[in-house]
Nanobody, 117 residues
Framework: QVQLVESGGGLVQAGGSLRLSCAAS????????MGWYRQAPGKQRELVAV???????NYADSVKGRFTISRDNAKNTLNLQMNTLKPEDTGVYYC???????????WGQGTQVTVSS
């Protein structure tokens, strides 16, 4: 099993920045994909950004140019630098880990991000 612990959420004004971090522990595999998802009130959880263990990234169109996902494989940490935040970025942000193996998907407990207008 894999445990994921997020940190770094909070309240920020529109145009501001926040940095989220996720620490992974447990039974980790060298090849994996980690990512950030978010869920706004009344909406479904959506992908924000993902990054493979090899460094390949993919972003939601709504955050391209504003958010940057990164990882440190040696420390098993995942980060999300969020700049030029908008009120529509508000939600609970979840860290995710997956290897493609059966039952390997793991989620963190989530961290709240609130952007005021």
């Amino acid at each position: 099993q894999v445990q994921l612990v997020e940190s770094g959420g909070g309240l920020v004004q529109a145009g501001g920045s926040l940095r989220l971090s996720c620490a992974a522990s447990g039974r980790l595999f060298s090849f994996n994909v980690m990512g950030w998802y978010r869920q706004a009130p009344g909406k479904q959880r959506e992908l924000v950004a993902v990054i493979s263990s090899g460094g390949t990234t993919n972003y939601a169109d709504s955050v391209k140019g504003r958010f940057t996902i990164s990882r440190d494989n040696a420390k098993n940490t995942l980060n999300l630098q969020m700049n030029t935040l908008k009120p529509e970025d508000t939600g609970v942000y979840y860290c995710h880990y997956d290897t493609g193996r059966p039952a390997s998907s793991s989620w963190g407990q989530g961290t709240q991000v609130t952007v005021s207008s």
